[in-house]
């Protein structure tokens, strides 16, 4: 079956690879237009790789990109508003949340959408050897993000408008348990022992701890308000979430799913959102969404460093694992920011898909 393809990756639906290329810093570093991006100019990249995967909301698609040359090489179809993605540790598969629930911010009354289409709700399977769907998983309603149990048998997935955790069977493709959580599950990640994870729930202003072998919640707590992306150290003591309106950064104890402190992250408009662990698991970086800006946590004082600008809203972002460079998913520029991680300075824009918005990264 799947059960080795589709392992967890890294955080909040963001994934760290390997890639040493040197880049030479654009002339021009202004944001440019989203171009039609090639859907059949690579098929196969499961070599030649590093590549990035970006998922964009508003394209209902995929851009990928070629850490090596910066430029995008082709664009991949998992269905409707995808969002959440991750990559198979053995780099084989794509996997991306995609949903049917129309687009709606903070605040927006519901009568005033059109109706969701369930039948679009799901988790998409792409066969990273030819850049081809060959699944849709049942996700729950309106699938956002999700994570996936260390021995590859079963997707944790949030369900935004469904205030739950959807659990999947990987080898049968059928769902196995419902979790009532929190309201607006958004970041879902799983604790690096394998046997709790996290979920943040936007309208609650609640991460709700659920126990993997149980399927149990075993704990809830209060972060700051409308919590979005979570963090693990690598050695599993600390977590760290983010607070879009609350513009803080909650950081845990993950041994006892207890608040140490609340973090206030500096800028104009600054409202945290996603998270991306340096390997070293000395550095966290987070997108500041409005604030168009980037982060560098230091997790062994939890110390906030100046924000450096890096694109307009920024969302997913992710390191490789070298840790030499940082990518950015900006949304309303529709582009991709390519960022050297030993200045803090972006070298380059990368035009991409329509309103990126999460990144995953290939070996």
């Known amino acids: 079956m799947w059960r080795s393809a589709i392992a967890a990756t890294v955080v909040a639906g963001m994934v760290m690879a390997c890639n040493g290329e040197k880049k030479t810093p654009a002339a021009d570093t202004a944001a440019a237009v989203a171009p039609a991006a090639p859907k059949a100019a690579q098929t196969d990249f499961t070599t030649g790789g590093p590549y990035l995967f970006v998922s964009n909301e508003d394209g ?3 851009t990928v990109i070629s850490t090596k040359t910066d430029s995008v090489v082709a664009t991949l179809e998992p ?3 995808p969002r959440g993605v991750r990559i198979s540790p053995d780099g084989k598969w794509l996997i991306v949340a995609v949903s049917g629930s129309p687009k709606a911010g903070p605040g927006v009354d519901e009568k005033t959408l059109p109706p969701a289409d ?15 769907k060959v699944a849709n998983l049942p996700g729950g309603i309106d699938p956002e993000a999700f994570a996936i149990s260390s021995d590859g048998k079963t997707i944790y997935v949030s369900n935004e408008d469904g205030g739950s955790l959807t659990v999947i069977d990987v080898d049968s493709r059928k769902i196995i348990g419902n979790v009532p959580i929190g309201s607006e599950p958004e970041g879902v990640q799983i604790h690096p022992d394998n046997k709790v994870l996290y979920a943040t729930n936007e309208g609650s202003g609640t991460v709700s701890v659920l126990d993997l072998k149980t399927k149990k919640i075993v704990a809830t707590f209060a972060t700051g308000k409308r919590p979005r992306g979570i963090a693990f150290t690598p050695d599993g003591k600390k977590a760290y979430i983010t607070n879009e309106v609350g ?3 909650t950081v845990v104890d993950a ?3 207890k608040v140490l402190k609340n973090l206030t992250i500096p ?4 409202k945290p959102m996603g998270t991306a662990m340096a390997p070293d698991g000395e550095h966290l ?15 062994k004082n939890d110390s906030v460093g100046t924000p450096f600008p890096v694109g307009k809203r920024p969302w997913g972002i992710a390191v490789s694992a070298d840790g030499k460079w940082v990518y950015t998913a ?3 520029s529709n582009d991709i920011s390519v960022i050297d991680a030993s200045t803090n300075t972006v070298t380059k824009h990368i035009p991409g898909g329509k309103s990126p918005w999460g990144i995953a990264i290939s070996k």
């Open 267 to 270: 800028g104009e408009g600054a």
């Open 255 to 257: 041994k006892k799913h």
């Open 330 to 332: 900006n949304g309303p």
């Open 118 to 132: 369930r039948t679009k709700d799901g988790i998409a399977l792409i066969d990273l050897a030819t850049g081809q």
């Open 60 to 62: 209902n698609d995929v």
């Open 79 to 81: 269905g409707q508003r």
């Open 285 to 299: 970086y987070i997108t500041t969404g409005r604030g168009g800006t980037a982060v560098v946590i230091d997790t």
């Open 247 to 249: 513009g803080t950064v």
